[in-house]
């Protein structure tokens, strides 16, 4: 237990430090190398790839919409319901998101416009590993289908039988994906990104991977030939900030729905109650032996951290300094605290409102930033497919009424070329030439 009041402001930092990210040296030039690899040979790499790492015998990368429909049909009747239940919410949520065109008159005779537009080609990567991901199918592909984008292309890695999960090819159908494509890891992203004779060029890169598919996000961000990306990406992470009236067992389980992610996962209680704390850390350890991912959780739960604050206004102090990408708020009237907190990716409120919620089903995007990132960055949402642009039409009067400020601004800048565009305008205006 650290006890908040007793550090200096170094150790407070060093409390809420994260584990160290795995972004060495040698991972960024072995990511250069595939993606360079997959530039100069295309399909024939990725296959390549594909072949050592998932799928000894594939030969094709495409899942075609015909296979994915079979595969669909194989997900038992609960499961389907469940996702649909998900995807209606997760859908709701979203369309409720779309933004309005807005047209304004800045100066009589001058209309300025802001308009939205979907973003044509959006890569979506499903990770995969020893559990599939349908969740983050639908986290990902309900709100590209709101937005309207033409193309959604997803990328998952095939199992040894050179196919996907139904739950993922279900939740693919649900979102309206037909371009699937078979292969993982950096060599997905670099074909998105770049193109391969199969998998067509995409605009913006969405997802969760591993450090080689985040190092290979972040590589492709920054090339003129690349795509762009949702957000930077970290270990996933939860806050719990509770007071002594908040379940033990109920944060336990929170904290430890957010190690099982993974070993390099960050949980942290953060509460004015001492018993609060001790009787957390033993129903830790009573759920830990219970959990199939006991191995990854238990890892993961050497990084966990108990602060002890003077107060709940502490509390939440440490949780603005922390960022969390989860927080979940377990204190008498939780919803007072909204106003004082100003950094979190996602915030779960009260002790009915599990992390899981917004994992799985409440509606809320479950992509978020992490690593503190939450600081400048937001949930992902409807907005991030889409691009806004700006439009201005001025009319022959409101050239006369805006073009004598535009010169002069133009000519205290140096700018001639700019006050010649105006003046030659206002001199036809002059001359009764309005057409």
Known sequence: MINWSSLTPAGQTEALARPVMKNSDSLRVTVADILATIRQQGDAAVLEYTRKFDCASLNSLPLSVAKRDELATRVSADVKDALLVAFNNVKQFHEAQKPQDITLTTTPGVVCEQRFTALDAVGLYIPGGSAPLPSTVMMLGVPALVAGCERKVLCTPPNQAGEIAPEIALAASLCGIEEIYLCGGAQAIAAMAFGTESIAKVDKIFGPGNSFVTEAKQQVSQRADGAAIDMPAGPSEVLVLADGNANAAFVASDLLSQAEHGPDSQAILVSDSEALIEATKAQVELQLAKLSRNSIASR??????????????????????????????????ARELLTDIKYAGSIFVGQWSPESAGDYASGTNHVLPTYGYARNYSSLGLLDFMRRFTVQELSADGMRNLGPAIMKLASAEGLDAHEQ???LRMAELEKGNEQ
Do not use: W
């Open 421 to 423: 565009a105006v003046a």
């Open 300 to 333: 993961a739960m050497e990084n966990a951290r108990y602060i002890l604050t003077g107060n709940i206004s502490e509390a939440v102090l440490v949780s603005n300094a922390y960022a969390p990408e989860h927080l979940i708020v377990q204190t008498d009237n």
